[in-house]
């Protein structure tokens, strides 16, 4: 079992930047892809992004890439969301998650990942 928590959520204005954090309980986090998702008011959760176990490989959802960077520090077991250039659009309910599955191709598939954590709000003002 793994226990993923995220801090780092906030109210800021459009334009501004937040950095989410995801700390993991488990020792074995570096053996895990981590993905942060979305979801806002009435609509299904949405990939973010989404990391390989070493950080040598990263994949964003179009909506945010060149945005957003994700970034992990295994030596932590913490996984990072920085978000710049924020829009009222990315407000949402952003989570964290952990999947066994290294399958590149599974990372954007909510279903793939085994771990969650309970959501950090972020509000864009505009």
């Known amino acids: 079992q793994v226990q993923l928590v995220e801090s780092g959520g906030g109210l800021v204005q459009a334009g501004g930047s937040l950095r989410l954090s995801c700390a993991a309980s488990?020792?074995?986090?570096?053996?895990?892809?981590m993905g942060w998702f979305r979801q806002a008011p009435g609509k299904e959760r949405e990939f973010v992004a989404a990391?390989?176990?070493?950080?040598?490989?990263?994949y964003y959802a179009d909506y945010v890439k060149g945005r957003f960077s994700i970034s992990r520090d295994n030596a932590k077991n913490t996984v990072y969301l920085q978000m710049n250039s924020l829009k009222p659009e990315d407000t949402a309910v952003y989570y964290c998650a952990a999947s066994f599955d290294p399958t590149r191709s599974s990372w954007g598939v909510v279903t793939a990942y085994d771990y969650w954590g309970q959501g950090t709000q972020v509000t864009v003002s505009s």
């Open positions: 990391i390989s176990w070493s950080g040598g490989s990263t």
């Open positions: 488990r020792r074995t986090f570096s053996s895990y892809v």
